[in-house]
């Protein structure tokens, strides 16, 4: 159970074109999910927050115009990059909260050119 | 001072040693213990939940918590290349949850 998936895994996209991550709780519902941000060999960085039927609540520093996040039903969550720049890829990895736990996707790689 | 804090490491071990991964924290709000292990490239996998000081047990993995020190832990026994992985604490209050940086642990072969 608490299966977390990430559409896609892997995504390369031109600079100043828009890319869209899909996050999916595949067998439960999760009111609240969570986007991070990973570079390499670094840790997790919360992005945002993501509650089902609101918006969404980011973190000091995060531009919510160019990190766009929807959580429009209670199993998926997607968060669109816009006018993306080589600068902003990077290893995107969402999570799902259940009860206590939060239970995270694969990650999507965004690979910037 | 920093609400948890981890050393990142990397923590290097030969195969079959006890391996010891530890989290200090100073808000002592929190209420719920998670350790997750976080392979290359792929999103964390939450690896034991505790809510209470003690020792708890899964396999070759015991979480301890001591809640008068602000101290929990991670014990690998039998340690495998396959454990070679960084390793998240984490812990949460009501309204929140932080990580750790993580501990980027090798075993050696």
């Known amino acids: 159970g608490a299966v977390v998936s990430q559409h896609p895994s892997w995504v390369i996209c031109k600079s100043g074109t828009s890319v869209k991550i899909e996050c999916r709780s595949l067998?439960?519902?999760?009111?609240?999910m969570f986007w991070y941000r990973q570079f390499p060999k670094q840790s997790l960085m919360l992005m945002a927050t993501s509650n089902e039927g609101s918006k969404a609540t980011y973190e000091q520093g995060v531009e919510k115009d160019k990190f766009l996040i929807n959580h429009a039903s209670l199993t998926l969550s997607t968060l669109t990059v816009t006018s993306a720049h080589p600068e902003d890829s990077s290893f995107y990895i969402c999570?799902?909260?259940?009860?206590?736990?939060?239970?995270f996707g694969p990650g999507t790689r965004l690979t910037v050119t | 001072q920093k609400e948890v804090e981890q050393d990142p490491g990397p923590l290097s071990v030969p195969e079959g040693a006890i391996v010891s991964l530890n989290c200090t924290y100073s808000n002592s709000a929190f209420q719920y213990f998670m350790w997750y292990r976080q392979y290359s490239r792929k999103g964390p996998e939450l690896l034991m939940y505790t809510y209470s000081s003690g020792n708890k047990e899964d396999g070759r993995f015991t979480a301890q918590v001591d809640k008068s020190s602000k101290y929990i832990s991670l014990f690998i026994r039998d340690s495998q290349p396959s454990d070679s992985a960084t390793y998240l604490c984490a812990m949460s209050a009501i309204d929140k949850i932080i990580f750790g940086k993580g501990t980027r642990l090798h075993i050696l072969p």
């Open positions: 067998d439960f519902q999760a009111t609240t």
């Open positions: 999570s799902a909260q259940q009860g206590r736990e939060q239970y």
